[in-house]
């Protein structure tokens, strides 16, 4: 029954490994989003994909990548972890049908900790 | 260019009294819409309620109501007998339909016993 569903919930691993984030949404909707949530709390766009396409990118190191096989999935690889990556990135999805209400559901986070 | 303003970093507030907590937004889009989430210490984000820009009359979700002023580009969350679950972080949010949302940088609530 769960709407937005990330695995894993808490990874950690090494620097300079390479891991991937899965993120699956059964609302039927056609937008698909991951952000990184910081220490401080501050919450930023990272991607978004409409119906499989990527949309928005923000200037987000390419040693990101995100992949949609499909609408109701959104995956996110990184490659060479750094330091700085630590953080809970965050799933979520919307409808885009005209009118709204563009309402974000969002995973339950993946909290990532590189040493 | 969007932006959302959130200028109490934290607030605290006794159980059962009221609490408002701040938001201004700036857009050129004249459709839009505007959200309050919610992030507890578990970190899911719950959506808290929602303000479509058209409509003048404010949003109510049981205990918590926004003051949306539309002409100050303003989006208060209101939150009447505050209850010890409402502890969290509170991220007002703005969206116009560029697939692309604006979350403001949050207000820690905390509610005394």
């Known amino acids: 029954d769960t709407a937005v569903s990330q695995t894993p919930k808490y990874l950690v691993t090494q620097m300079g490994n390479d891991k991937s984030i899965k993120c699956e949404q059964n609302?039927?909707?056609?937008?698909m989003y991951w952000y990184k949530q910081d220490s401080k709390k501050f919450l930023k766009i990272m991607f978004s994909?409409?119906?499989?396409?990527?949309?928005i990118n923000e200037t987000v190191p390419n040693r990101f990548s995100p992949k949609s096989p499909d609408k109701a999935h959104l995956n996110l690889h990184i490659n060479s972890l750094e330091l700085g990556d630590s953080a809970v990135y965050f799933c979520?999805?919307?409808?885009?049908?005209?009118?709204?209400?563009?309402?974000?559901?969002f995973g339950p986070g993946t909290r990532l900790t590189v040493l | 260019a969007q932006t959302v303003t959130q200028s109490q970093p934290e607030m605290s507030v006794q159980e059962a009294e009221t609490v408002t907590l701040s938001c201004t937004y700036d857009?050129?889009?004249?459709?839009?819409?505007l959200f309050w989430y919610k992030q507890p210490p578990s970190r899911q984000m719950i959506l808290v309620i929602r303000?479509?820009?058209?409509?003048?009359q404010n949003a109510t979700e049981n205990r918590f109501s926004v003051n949306f002023q539309k002409a100050a580009k303003s989006f208060s969350l209101k939150i009447s007998d505050s209850q010890l679950g409402d502890t969290a972080m509170y991220f007002c949010?703005?969206?116009?339909?560029?697939?692309?949302?604006?979350f403001g940088t949050g207000t820690r609530l905390k509610v005394l016993a």
């Open positions: 979520a999805s919307s409808p885009h049908s005209a009118g709204g209400p563009y309402t974000q559901y």
């Open positions: 609302l039927g909707h056609d937008t």
């Open positions: 994909y409409n119906n499989k396409e990527l949309i």
């Open positions: 857009t050129s889009e004249s459709n839009y819409y």
């Open positions: 303000q479509e820009a058209y409509k003048q």
């Open positions: 949010a703005s969206f116009s339909g560029t697939y692309k949302y604006i």
